[in-house]
């Protein structure tokens, strides 16, 4: 068992060192936090990759262009797409991300970003290759904004669609500074919050 235990701890340093790296959600950055959720929470400690770049359909971090902090977000299109986001999804030519269904929870209730206050998104699952949940407001919906990607750029979309923190936000982005995200080791609420211990990120 010590032989096993140390070889396990060598791996997980020499990953530690080269491979990956780890990091806590802001919990000071209302606008970055409520446009992460539902699948991430502000106080998150997350496992990141070390290395950058990034590819279509990956949940990355990128340094804001503005130096402002970071930008969280999924690669929603590439170097000739042109993108439409919608209230609730995106359209590309070849590809068309509007949810499919209602998420298990219907309703999430997320902290406005400005005033603090409570306010109900649905809940969608949009399919682009993978299942993503996705918050939206159906009866403010947000105006459809159409973006052609720029050469050596990504365009990035928050999960949360009203209140988002994406490439609308501060443009578009070079892939080369992103780094991914993996897992969440632990949420603000610590090791013993067992729902939110040890989950993949995708």
Known sequence: ?????GILGVVVLLLYVFVVDTWELPNDDPRLATSVEPLLHAGDSL??????????GHL?????PDGSGYVVGRVAAVYGDTITVTNGGMRIQGRVGEPSRT???????????????????????VELGRSTRILFHPDLPQPEST???????????????????????????????????YLRLWSA?????????????W
Not at 1 to 5: E, L, P, S, T
Not at 47 to 56: E, K, M, V
Not at 103 to 117: I, L, M
Not at 189 to 201: K, P
Request: aromatic share 6%; net charge negative; with cysteine.
């Open 1 to 5: 068992m010590a032989w096993v235990g």
């Open 189 to 201: 609420e610590g090791w013993s919050d067992g729902s939110s211990r040890l989950t993949g990120i």
């Open 60 to 64: 990355t971090r990128c340094p804001a």
């Open 47 to 56: 496992i990141i990759a070390r290395r950058t770049g990034t590819s279509l």
């Open 103 to 125: 998420c298990d929870v219907a309703k999430v209730s997320v902290k406005h970003p400005a005033n603090g206050e409570q306010v109900d998104l649905r809940c969608g699952v």
């Open 147 to 181: 973006h052609v990607v720029e050469s050596g750029k990504v365009f990035l979309l928050s999960d949360d669609r009203h209140f988002h923190y994406d490439s609308r936000d501060v443009g578009q982005i070079d892939p080369a500074t992103c780094q991914d995200l």
